[in-house]
């Protein structure tokens, strides 16, 4: 109940109506996205559906898709999420030319749809999943900033993942979040923030949206990092005069942010927070989409909901080592 009430808070702020109440059992397709180390360093490009398992529980399923490779080429539809939690400095100087989501991605996959998500006095959908260039266009000329009292990232992502998972139909869902990730104004423990983390992290195993978090890194943080931070100075009477701020928070921060890749399927990558962010990024997730092979196998809908642990296993030991290919579900 507190989920679905949540749903429709979600949808309801980003000013979407809410789908209709069969909406979640639409498809019982439940699908497993996974990559193949590189032998000799070269991918993996001819697996076929006879040289996985997919194990539920430990039980063996029938594999009911299978796509990826050169053998089996995706048809199954990408929706790229993209959430800017950015400060105005890495928004500007072109940082976000449309084209480059052109030439980055929507080019090379022609199954692949981008939705835009910022702040512009609160969290925003700029434009709903497209591949037309002039809505891109529209979407990355508009105004985006960090909210000016606090972003509150984590539940903002809840919020992008929920809208997300709400377009009908089977499709890979993935979220790139741009972030520097501050940390949030006004938080109130780290027990808070931990359940911020959680709750994020279990939407997107339910709805199996893979997170790629993108943290931004500015070139003085660079410096400060690699420069020993200066003693504190001290006044005539021997009280501090100045002392360091606690970095704790801040690190927590980065933690929890970074954390959501592993733990929804996804990666995290760092990048200079200028010019060439975006198209850096974007040949990133080119490159995860391009070698990566998915799998899907039907689930149940009776009796009641239960957390299972879904996995794809290599049939033969030495056919190639599984990246990823896990994911919990509740059905």
């Not at 928004?91 to 080019?107: F, H, I």
């Not at 979407?139 to 377009?167: G, K, N, Q, W």
């Not at 928070?249 to 592993?262: E, H, K, N, Q, Y």
Request: aromatic content about 6%.
């Amino acid at each position: 109940m507190k989920k679905m009430v949540l749903f429709l808070t979600a949808l309801t702020a980003l000013g979407q109506a809410p789908p209709a109440a069969t909406t979640g059992a639409r498809d019982n397709l439940a699908l497993i996205r996974f990559q193949v180390a590189p032998q000799k360093g070269k991918p993996v490009t001819d697996l076929r559906p006879e040289d996985i398992e997919i194990r539920v529980d430990g039980a063996p399923q029938k594999v009911a898709l299978f796509q990826g490779g050169s053998i089996h080429p995706r048809t199954i539809p990408i929706e790229l999420s993209i959430l800017f939690d950015c400060n105005r400095t890495a928004l500007s100087s072109g940082t976000l030319n449309p084209r480059v989501l052109q030439e980055g991605l929507l080019d090379e996959f022609p199954n692949l749809s981008i939705a835009v998500y910022g702040f512009s006095g609160g969290l925003t959908r700029i434009t709903a999943l497209t591949r037309n260039q002039e809505d891109l266009n529209k979407a990355l000329s508009s105004p985006m900033f960090v909210h000016p009292v606090s972003t509150f990232l984590l539940d903002h992502i809840s919020r992008v993942e929920l809208d997300a998972s709400s377009t009908p139909g089977t499709a890979i869902r993935m979220l790139a979040i741009f972030s520097d990730r501050q940390a949030d104004e006004g938080s109130t423990s780290s027990a808070a923030e931990q359940e911020r983390n959680d709750r994020a992290i279990g939407i997107a195993r339910e709805t199996g949206i893979a997170i790629y978090p993108v943290l931004l890194i500015s070139r003085l943080a660079v410096q400060t990092i690699t420069t020993p931070p200066s003693p504190p100075r001290t006044s005539g009477v021997g009280g501090p005069q100045f002392s360091a701020p606690d970095s704790f928070p801040a690190t927590r921060a980065v933690g929890d942010f970074t954390s959501l890749g592993a733990a929804t399927g996804g990666k995290r990558i760092e990048v200079l927070a200028d010019g060439n962010m975006l198209p850096t990024v974007l040949k990133w997730i080119a490159e995860q989409i391009r070698y990566e092979y998915v799998a899907g196998f039907q689930t149940s809908t009776s009796g009641e909901k239960k957390r299972h642990k879904a996995e794809v296993v290599m049939q033969k030991k030495n056919g190639g080592r599984i990246t990823g290919g896990t994911r919990t579900l509740i059905y």
